[in-house]
């Protein structure tokens, strides 16, 4: 049985309901995704509409301390921003950085791992040298080094080339996990029978590889890529400490946390300390996600 065939099986739906941090965690990210998605419904402001901002809101402190206004749960930030409206906002951007680059590692990480591992010699020898090199850079660094490029290649380019940029540069360095965890179970795989049978009665490789061996490699790359997009909101989160990242106008949970930063030592922290809580609770609940899924997907973890 497959590991896909296995993950919509009862025994990891019970191994789900038996697990309370398991079902936690899956509470939290279900309402943070929710109300990232659904931000324009479920805000009480809109951030990003200036008709509706007043500069005497600014700095007002959350509504459960004294002098808060009633209107503003978590506070405003220094133009009068309704923080909990951006980070609804901010939520979405973070996510679709890190959901859409771990899609793209993925996709080409378990596309040169099946292809090193189930035809080898030289072309598994290539892709190990490039993984090798490719771990060698960090995700930071990369990020840098191709947002530098893209400056300097379109000086005038739109904000959405900003997330491409931010996208590729994070997806550059995670596809190596993948290429590798997926290249060693499928050296595993096409020795066994199935993989021999059907090679027997003229299957072709490209199909075999398709139908046969991928299915099978897919346990392990969807623990890590649950995994992965924590890190990825991470990295996320840390470039606009060094300049990189979305554009200004489209605030992230990395920039919300960079601009709250700087009023920090002026005695508004609620700028800094939500956006903060909420990159924390959306990290440890997907990793916590993770973890479970790599003990049901295992029996020999069970």
């Not at 680059?101 to 378990?110: K, T």
């Not at 020898?125 to 995700?139: G, T």
């Not at 959405?160 to 940029?165: E, G, H, K, M, Y």
């Amino acid at each position: 049985m497959s590991a896909l065939q296995r993950f919509f099986k009862g025994d990891v739906w019970h191994s789900f309901r038996s697990s309370p941090v398991a079902m936690l965690a899956a509470g939290v990210a279900l309402v943070c995704l929710t109300c990232a998605l659904f931000a324009e419904v479920v805000a009480p402001h809109n951030p990003f509409d200036l008709a509706t901002l007043e500069l005497l809101d600014s700095l007002k402190p959350p509504a459960w301390l004294a002098g808060g206004e009633p209107k503003y749960l978590l506070g405003t930030d220094g133009q009068g921003r309704d923080i909990l409206s951006a980070l609804m906002y901010g939520t979405r951007i973070s996510l679709l950085v890190g959901i859409a680059s771990v899609l793209l590692s993925m996709l080409l990480g378990v596309s040169l791992g099946l292809l090193a591992g189930f035809v080898g010699g030289r072309v598994d020898a290539l892709v190990m040298r490039v993984c090798d090199v490719m771990l060698s850079f960090p995700s930071i660094l990369v990020a840098l080094m191709i947002s530098g490029i893209a400056r300097s290649l379109f000086p005038h380019a739109p904000d959405a080339l900003a997330f491409v940029v931010l996208v590729l540069a994070i997806a550059l360095t995670g596809w190596v996990q993948y290429a590798r965890t997926v290249r060693g179970s499928t050296l595993v795989e096409r020795n066994k029978e199935y993989v021999l049978a059907a090679r027997v009665i003229g299957v072709g490789s490209l199909r075999i590889m398709r139908r046969h061996v991928l299915p099978n490699v897919l346990g392990p790359v969807l623990v890590l890529a649950t995994i992965q997009i924590a890190s990825a909101i991470i990295t996320e989160a840390t470039l606009p400490f060094l300049g990189v990242g979305v554009p200004v106008t489209s605030p992230s949970l990395g920039t919300l946390i960079r601009n709250g930063n700087d009023t920090l030592f002026s005695g508004e922290w609620w700028i800094t300390a939500w956006p903060s809580l909420t990159l924390v609770m959306i990290t440890l609940s997907v990793n916590l996600l993770g973890d479970w899924l790599r003990d049901a997907l295992n029996p020999r973890l069970r």
